[in-house]
């Protein structure tokens, strides 16, 4: 209840995934190196020993609000990584070897969603005790029925995605007519905007926002 939620995409996470499969040279790692720190220093209590290491350790890293602020940094790291590799699809055009990575890697994030899918547990906390011993049984395993169907109507909605845009990097690779950049830009912008926007707005929108006199009369004039 600190945070919000981190999400970062399913078109971002199939191209940082590509950009791990083509792009060359130290830069992979470091960014690789630094967004898996990231999150695991995003597990606060749930891996204690690195988190404690870096609250006493690092300078200001004990001012954090909440432990996964420092997912900022993968938000920086994914997308950059996916910079690069769409950097590198745009350069070697027609090699055929870059289609067959592009299948690749829209395989291993389709595995990764189809596992998530099969994901039967997890859909209880802590807190849900104490509210689950005032419900009746069915209300209960209806709530947590309801969580697993949420979660995966999002996962077919991110397979939805990955689908998209493989099918558009790979037509991109191997196609010869397609060789418009900006037009490969303009529909990974719309396919990204899609895919956020939606998501976004059911953390923030328009209904958690009020009018500027609503409070007018909320407090009487005092003397």
Same mark, same amino acid.
């Given at each position: ?97 870059? $289609?067959?990575? *592009? /299948?690749?890697?829209?395989?291993? =994030? ?7 899918? %099969?994901?039967?547990? #997890? ?65 990974? $912008?719309?396919? *990204? /905007?899609?895919?956020?926007?939606? =998501? ?7 209904? %958690?926002?009020?009018? #500027? ?11």
């Amino acid at each position: 209840f600190t945070a919000g939620p981190v999400y970062m995409g399913a078109v971002i996470c199939l191209l940082f995934v590509l950009g791990l499969l083509i792009v060359k040279g130290p830069y992979k790692w470091a960014l690789l190196g630094v967004t898996l720190l990231s999150v695991m220093l995003s597990w606060g209590h749930n891996w204690m020993p690195l988190t404690k290491l870096f609250f006493d350790v690092v300078p200001m890293y004990n001012k954090f609000r909440a432990v996964s602020s420092i997912l900022v940094i993968a938000e920086v790291t994914m997308p950059l990584l996916g910079f690069l590799a769409l950097k590198r699809l745009c350069e070697d055009k027609g090699v055929k070897d870059m $289609g067959k990575s *592009v /299948l690749t890697a829209g395989g291993i =994030v389709v595995a990764l969603l189809f596992i998530a899918m %099969m994901t039967t547990s #997890g859909f209880t906390s802590p807190n849900d005790e104490q509210m689950f011993s005032q419900l009746p049984e069915w209300l209960a395993d209806g709530l947590i029925l309801q969580r697993q169907s949420m979660f995966q109507m999002d996962v077919w909605r991110s397979m939805f995605f990955v689908l998209i845009t493989t099918a558009l990097l790979f037509a991109f690779a191997r196609s010869r007519k397609f060789n418009s950049v900006p037009a490969l830009a303009a529909i990974l $912008g719309v396919l *990204v /905007l899609a895919d956020m926007w939606p =998501v976004d707005k059911r953390y923030m929108n328009d209904s %958690m926002f009020s009018k #500027g006199n609503s409070f007018d009369l909320a407090f009487k004039m005092q003397p």
